[in-house]
């Protein structure tokens, strides 16, 4: 699971736009699996916390964009 993520979170920094919407698509899939069965923090968030500020950074230089706003409304973890 932690490579999966690290993967994921990897490729919402690729060119391709399908490329990171599908890895967004895939890291909510993850987190919500998770959190369903689950009454402390949920290992996907544990394995993200590392990777909270460069995802956070990464937002926050993007340019406006569909996909920008697509990471902004879904605020996997609060990023605005």
Same mark, same amino acid.
């Given at each position: 699971?932690?490579?999966?993520?690290?993967?994921?979170?990897?490729?919402?920094?690729?060119?391709?736009?399908?490329?990171?919407?599908?890895? $967004?698509?895939?890291?909510? +899939?993850?987190?919500? %699996?998770?959190?369903?069965?689950?009454?402390?923090? /949920?290992?996907? $968030?544990?394995?993200?916390? +590392?990777?909270?500020? %460069?995802?956070?950074?990464?937002?926050?230089?993007? /340019?406006?964009?569909?996909?920008?706003?697509?990471?902004?409304?879904?605020?996997?973890?609060?990023?605005?």
């Amino acid at each position: 699971m932690k490579e999966k993520l690290e993967l994921l979170n990897e490729r919402l920094r690729d060119h391709e736009e399908a490329q990171r919407v599908y890895a $967004l698509a895939e890291i909510k +899939k993850e987190v919500a %699996g998770a959190t369903s069965s689950m009454t402390s923090v /949920p290992k996907p $968030l544990k394995f993200f916390s +590392k990777h909270y500020q %460069g995802m956070k950074d990464y937002y926050n230089t993007l /340019p406006a964009s569909s996909f920008k706003v697509i990471l902004g409304v879904n605020q996997i973890l609060n990023l605005e």
